[in-house]
């Protein structure tokens, strides 16, 4: 079952097609932006498996500002 990449939710994590869908940075741009501190660090939830707060994705979105 394929998951929306636009749909958000209030709480949880998320992968980087979903961070890329709500902020249009390219995926090398978020990497650099994550080891400068630009954006959140991410979570490894398994070891091929990385995501990112929700919560701290929609701050970022605020401070950007962007609606979600």
Known sequence: M???KLFLPETGFVRLPTVLAHIPVSKSLWWEGV????FP??????????AWRV???RCLIRSLGRKT
């Open 2 to 4: 394929a998951v929306d």
């Open 41 to 50: 660090k991410p979570v490894k939830l398994a070891p091929r498996v990385t």
């Open 55 to 57: 919560e701290e994705v």
């Open 35 to 38: 080891r400068t501190g630009r």
